[in-house]
């Protein structure tokens, strides 16, 4: 089992702010891209943002110009700051690399750390 420790989660009013942290145990993150999920209650899991080896970043339409994903290699860090929250932003936030949908590692909760609850109020 893979140990992912994902932080900086908790309870915001709509249009606040939050930074969520990543930091593995380990060479986890090892694929060309690396991201960060998010699953809500009764969803299935979504990928939000993701950066490449080469520091290219891809953002989900539902988060562009609100979210910025980042990486600190000298700390094995992984960053998700979280600007102007909805409350359609609830959701348990969590990194991993990014596996293809063909990957069985995608849904296999061994690879997956326990990621960070983010809640949006009104």
């Known amino acids: 089992q893979v140990h992912l420790r994902e932080s900086g989660g908790g309870v915001v009013e709509s249009g606040g702010s939050l930074r969520l942290s990543c930091r593995p145990s380990?060479?986890?993150?090892?694929?060309?891209?690396v991201g960060w999920y998010r699953q809500a209650p009764g969803k299935q899991r979504e990928l939000v943002a993701s950066?490449?080896?080469?520091?290219?970043?891809t953002y989900a339409d539902f988060v562009q110009g609100r979210f910025t994903i980042s990486r600190d290699n000298t700390k094995n860090t992984l960053y998700l700051q979280m600007d102007n929250l909805k409350p359609e932003d609830t959701a348990t936030y969590l990194c991993?690399?990014?596996?293809?949908?063909?990957?069985?590692?995608?849904?296999?909760?061994?690879?997956w750390g326990q990621g960070t609850q983010v809640t949006v109020t009104l």
């Open positions: 991993n690399n990014v596996y293809s949908e063909y990957d069985p590692r995608l849904w296999d909760q061994d690879y």
């Open positions: 950066i490449t080896s080469g520091d290219s970043l």
């Open positions: 380990g060479n986890i993150l090892v694929l060309p891209v």
